[in-house]
């Protein structure tokens, strides 16, 4: 089974096509440090919850959409080194400056396997 990385980010809504053209153009990216598949879901019943939610957690605006992604690697060692890669490779700094979404609400974590059916 893949190891997964997962992502949590708040999208303005009007940004949505230009949210899509940059995650395609990071794939390509992506592959070469290891991703075997990227995943970019876009909030279509993102609910308000009673404790926590989504929109709670990546603190949404009124004008903002969920965005739910990630990533397969093969294995936790492979993303540990793609990781590595992506923070000296000097294209990640240059689409790091131009992302349509504030990063530092972004929420990801890794996740091990514990059934894939």
Do not use: C, Q
């Amino acid at each position: 089974m893949a190891y997964v990385e997962g992502f949590v980010v708040a999208v303005p809504a009007a940004n949505k096509e230009v949210y899509r053209k940059h995650a395609s153009e990071a794939l390509p990216i992506f592959k070469e440090f290891g991703v075997t598949r990227m995943v970019e879901t876009w909030g279509d019943e993102v609910p308000d919850g009673k404790v926590t939610d989504f929109k709670g957690a990546v603190k949404a605006k009124p004008d903002e959409v969920v965005v739910f992604s990630w990533f397969e690697y093969p294995d936790r060692k492979t993303r540990d080194a793609a990781n590595a890669k992506m923070m000296s490779d000097p294209r990640m700094k240059t689409m790091g400056e131009s992302m349509p979404f504030d990063g530092k609400r972004m929420v990801h974590a890794g996740f091990a396997p514990l059934l894939d059916a």
